[in-house]
């Protein structure tokens, strides 16, 4: 028993690293990357250019004016055949205005249909970037938590493993265990070292995707503290959710407007074989006026003519060598993808959706039961190590119980992020995920003890110390 005391106290102590002074908050992770992440940006911008589809529909309704002007001015000499010498000047102005206005053009009364559907999916497309960034931040937030609470259990497993080395060298030296114990605790020893190699190397990049969409590096973070609460889905029906979700799901919304939209080119591009009917009105004006020099005759010329011209213009399309026809198969074709598009989105909404949901009530089941595993594994390692004391259990007996203590901790936190992840996927597949939602959790973050300390804290209270 004193041997597990100065065990635990030299975990204790080793990874007994002070909290940081200010650890960053989920909310301030968002924050952060709501100001410097590209890909939402990128969707503010689309959604920015989107908007303009109506403005442009909407001015091909409108008249349409047009001013034209000209000015010129010339001097022309010579000798003409009869050596009679002429010189002309002149100089002329014209300049004319038109309006036109269309009556009817079947392509831009579709345009403009098309035009408020473009902009209603740009609406969709973006509110699902902002909930897409939600779920970016919190998963890439628990990744780095997952990735330290790993790293950190290896560490604790790998000092207690080298503890358990220097003991079994010890009891070697005096004769009272065999070299297979050391040997096997040496093996195991330079296993948790290239364990904790990899882990380090997993940290890293989780760091580096979150810098990738914060545009800095974040060493400490917030964490659910111990009190932090599995609620169940409101409501807690399966059904309920996938019928919301097939309503309201913001990437369905916008598959079902790609459809409309196809549908709708159609018929835009059977505007090939309907007739148009414009007005336009046209005013003209030119004036010259010069002289001219011929021998001893001068000829002085100064015109201006005016004119006013309205008219109806009827354009019927007859054929055009099959073009409008391809257009239109071609229409068609892509109007039958979009359908496949709506199917697939469908199915795989729904399948999120009660994916999501399952994962939430089962998460809440595996996390009850992990902590439960906790405290069965933290009693198996006292009565391994109390065994191996008395020489009833292998020192391999205590590694692997020690080993599944750290696993056991490291999977309860583990199953808890995956809570929070399944819990703000199901709201992404309802469509109705908001920036509350991950306040709500934020209130439940707070500057945690490491999951060193929590271990040692865990192993010291099962072994009464």
């Known amino acids: 028993m004193k041997n597990v005391n100065k065990i635990l106290f030299l975990i204790s102590n080793i990874f007994m690293i002070a909290s940081p002074a200010y650890p960053a908050s989920l909310l301030e992770i968002y924050q952060q990357a709501l100001q410097a992440d590209p890909k939402i940006h990128e969707a503010e911008a689309k959604h920015l250019a989107s908007l303009e589809a109506i403005p442009q529909a909407r001015s091909v309704l409108m008249p349409q004016i047009q001013f034209r002007g000209s000015l010129d001015d010339s001097n022309n000499q010579g000798l003409r055949i009869?050596?009679?010498?002429?010189?002309?000047?002149?100089?002329?102005k014209n300049w004319g205005i038109s309006l036109s206005q269309s009556i009817f053009r079947w392509d831009q009364i579709v345009n403009l249909k098309r035009a408020e559907k473009k902009v209603a999916k740009a609406e969709a497309i973006r509110e699902a970037a902002q909930q897409d960034l939600i779920i970016r931040v919190t998963q890439r937030y628990l990744d780095i938590l997952s990735s330290e609470d790993q790293l950190t259990s290896l560490q604790t497993n790998s000092e207690a493993i080298a503890r358990q080395l220097e003991q079994a060298k010890n009891k070697f030296d005096v004769g009272m265990i065999a070299i297979t114990d050391v040997q096997e605790s040496q093996a195991a020893y330079d296993q948790s070292v290239a364990n904790i190699i990899s882990a380090k190397r997993v940290l890293a990049t989780a760091r580096e995707s979150m810098r990738e969409i914060t545009g800095q590096y974040i060493k400490e973070l917030n964490a659910p503290d111990k009190n932090f609460p599995l609620l169940e889905p409101t409501p807690n029906s399966e059904e309920s959710w996938v019928n919301l979700s097939l309503r309201q799901n913001l990437n369905l919304i916008a598959s079902r407007l790609d459809e409309r939209l196809a549908r709708d080119e159609i018929s835009f591009r059977r505007n090939g074989y309907y007739p148009s009917l414009e007005l336009v009105v046209n005013k003209n004006s030119s004036a010259s006026k010069g002289d001219v020099l011929a021998g001893n005759n001068i000829n002085i010329f100064d015109n201006t003519n005016i004119s006013d011209q309205i008219s109806l213009q009827f354009t019927l399309p007859i054929f055009s060598g099959g073009y409008n026809t391809s257009r239109v198969r071609e229409a068609i074709y892509l109007h039958r993808a979009s359908r496949e598009q709506l199917q697939r989105i469908t199915r795989e909404t729904e399948r999120k959706t009660r994916d999501a949901y399952l994962g939430v009530n089962s998460e809440m089941s595996r996390v009850k039961a992990l902590n439960q595993a906790v405290e069965s594994s933290q009693m198996?390692?006292?009565?391994?190590?109390?065994?191996?004391?008395?020489?009833?259990?292998t020192i391999v007996e205590v590694l692997n119980s020690q080993f599944s203590l750290y696993n056991a901790i490291t999977n309860f936190y583990q199953s808890r992020y995956s809570y929070i992840m399944n819990a703000l996927k199901l709201k992404q597949s309802a469509g109705i995920l908001q920036i509350q939602d991950l306040e709500m959790i934020d209130k439940w973050l707070s500057e945690r003890a490491t999951p060193e300390d929590a271990q040692a804290q865990r192993l010291k209270s099962s072994l009464n110390l």
Do not use: C, K, M, P
């Open 380 to 393: 198996a390692l006292q009565a391994t190590q109390l065994g191996y004391e008395v020489g009833t259990r």
């Open 82 to 92: 009869i050596e009679q010498t002429f010189d002309q000047n002149s100089n002329s």
